[in-house]
């Protein structure tokens, strides 16, 4: 199976995605997303001027050894770019291998360890009650598990508010919630670490009020907290029983969550900006954390995911794989078939996509009374299509950041 053509398309219907498409000269095509959500020319530009001319003649059954080339023979290792890059060929390659079996990727990474993919959805609103209807909504189509994110008092615009997002279907809940924004410079939002701690503990007693004590809960701090604030937070949510706490403090100081871990027993999910197992190597190690929170897309593709996850369970650390909608249809299949695969998973973040990102990837996965499954066709189970992708084209697009009332600029 010699690859004798290599695509970069990018398509931007409702957000941009960066696909790799790979070619066999016997006929057989994979595709992988390479999507860097406000850098995605970046990554297109690393697969088209530097990565895809090494493809062209080279073996697409030799999965690990071209991940190794890839990532060795640059020399400059590691970083988003990079990983993203090298994903985007992995998932291609398991792809055209799946396809090529005629078996879909999970049987090929030893058959599936459960019947489906527990997922959670995002809940949110600006108000208590707008965050009750949502959790109604996600309820109502299927969602047993609910990321809770909330309005502040006092803050103009949060991250993970659907009604700040730049589109939202008419049901409200089916929505591409894109927060890079279009335009030449990023948007600034505020920010204030003291409303937000003393606000959040108010919103999940309300909400454990209202819904009772069975719903599981999430919620994602999004790197905003001191390691002490985040152990003030992780101690004041522990009556109301998460199922765990997002990205509590910048995860670059890992030597950080032990002190995180000394206060709260609020179960701890990290990793959402990790990009290799070496990222890991001291908070698995350590067992500084409860989830992997890494996205397929963002951390090598199938084969190197995978190979953090097998260390984690060593220490009976779980998935708890990355899943927005800034993770294309592709992306998002390898994670079901990796996660339905893997011994230890834990779940599935999952946003849905907007239609229009749906006409332009068909997909074979399947979302059903809470669970998630990738489908059994062969491969990854999805398909481009280029035509439709053309009808739109790339826009410049910044994820938002954060100043604080004083004007400093602050982790968003």
């Not at 905003?224 to 949510?237: E, F, N, Y």
Request: hydrophobic share 40%.
């Amino acid at each position: 199976m010699i690859i004798d053509k290599a695509e970069v398309i990018v398509t931007s219907p409702g957000r941009n995605f960066v696909t790799l498409r790979l070619t066999t000269a016997d006929g057989h095509v994979g595709i992988g997303d390479g999507t860097l959500n406000g850098r995605e020319l970046a990554v297109v530009s690393y697969l088209r001027d530097h990565v895809a001319p090494l493809l062209i003649g080279s073996d697409a059954s030799r999965i690990e050894d071209t991940w190794q080339f890839l990532y060795r023979s640059a020399y400059w290792r590691r970083g988003p770019v990079t990983m993203a890059a090298i994903a985007a060929v992995d998932m291609a390659l398991w792809d055209i291998k799946g396809k090529a079996a005629g078996m879909p990727v999970y049987q090929l990474l030893g058959g599936a360890s459960r019947n489906g993919l527990m997922a959670y959805g995002h809940a949110s609103g600006k108000t208590n009650e707008e965050l009750f209807d949502s959790i109604r909504a996600h309820q109502e189509l299927g969602y047993r598990s609910i990321r809770v994110q909330t309005g502040v008092p006092g803050l103009k615009s949060i991250y993970g508010i659907a009604s700040n997002a730049t589109f939202e279907a008419n049901d409200g809940v089916r929505y591409d919630h894109e927060p890079a924004q279009r335009g030449a410079f990023p948007a600034e939002e505020d920010w204030d670490t003291r409303s937000y701690l003393r606000h959040i503990p108010t919103v999940f007693e309300a909400v454990r009020n209202e819904f009772g004590p069975e719903l599981p809960l999430l919620h994602d701090a999004h790197h905003r907290l001191t390691p002490i604030q985040a152990a003030q937070l992780g101690k004041s949510l522990e009556p109301y029983d998460l199922f765990w706490l997002e990205d509590c403090t910048p995860a670059e100081n890992q030597e950080a969550l032990r002190l995180v871990r000394q206060h709260t027993t609020t179960p701890l999910a990290i990793g959402e900006i990790f990009n290799t197992v070496w990222d890991y190597q001291q908070i698995i190690r350590e067992q500084l954390i409860d989830y992997v929170r890494s996205a397929v897309t963002h951390t090598g593709g199938i084969s190197h995911l995978k190979k953090v996850l097998d260390y984690a369970s060593q220490y009976q650390i779980k998935s708890g794989m990355h899943g927005p909608t800034d993770v294309s249809p592709v992306g998002m299949a390898a994670a079901m078939h990796l996660g339905l695969a893997i011994h230890n998973f834990g779940i599935q973040e999952y946003m849905q996509h907007s239609a229009q990102t749906d006409s332009v990837f068909k997909q074979s996965y399947s979302w059903s009374n809470g669970f998630l499954h990738p489908g059994n066709e062969p491969g990854l189970g999805v398909t481009l299509d280029v035509d439709e992708a053309g009808k739109y084209p790339y826009e410049q697009a910044y994820l938002p950041f954060n100043r604080l009332a004083d004007g400093t600029v602050h982790d968003w």
